[in-house]
């Protein structure tokens, strides 16, 4: 069974937050209200009692678990850049084909001229990204764009 998590920063501050996503209508109406968004999760205290907790974070940085892990066993979020060969890319859901997608950030190194491991970029499926490594996010490190 698929495992559906979330992440998200806390408001003003660069701490991340996992558990499940809950948006909160201000006030009620879906097409008209603001939304504020929140990650809950569950923990237990040292008697066994579960609580669950809750934390408003900014909602650009919401992102889903994608189901897959990196080569060293690191979770993959929608908005994680990955180290893919000559490349760094960033993963994204794409709505019209209902998949994750990568998306081009930059070359490593700068280095884009008639390289061949350009076009090995199109062949790689998004199950490969076991083989490589999650180097950080869209949101921690915004030098990359």
């Known amino acids: ?60 940085t919401v992102g889903q678990f994608t189901g897959l892990e990196d080569k060293n066993g690191k979770k993959i979020y929608e908005g994680d850049i ?14 019209y084909l209902c998949t994750y997608d990568f998306n081009f950030l930059k070359y490593k190194d700068d280095v884009c001229g008639n390289s061949v491991l350009k076009d090995v970029f199109k062949l790689i499926s998004f199950n490969e990204l076991r083989n490589y490594e999650v180097i950080s996010n869209i949101h921690d490190f915004a030098s990359y764009f």
């Open 82 to 95: 990955i180290e893919l060969i000559d490349r760094l890319v960033y993963i994204t859901w794409h709505d």
């Open 1 to 60: 069974m698929r495992d559906y998590e979330f992440r998200g920063k806390l408001l003003n501050t660069n701490v991340w937050i996992y558990g499940n996503l809950r948006i909160h209508l201000v006030d009620g109406y879906l097409d008209q209200s603001e939304k504020r968004y929140y990650i809950e999760y569950n923990y237990m205290d040292k008697h066994g009692q579960v609580f669950r907790d809750s934390y408003e974070v900014d909602p650009s």
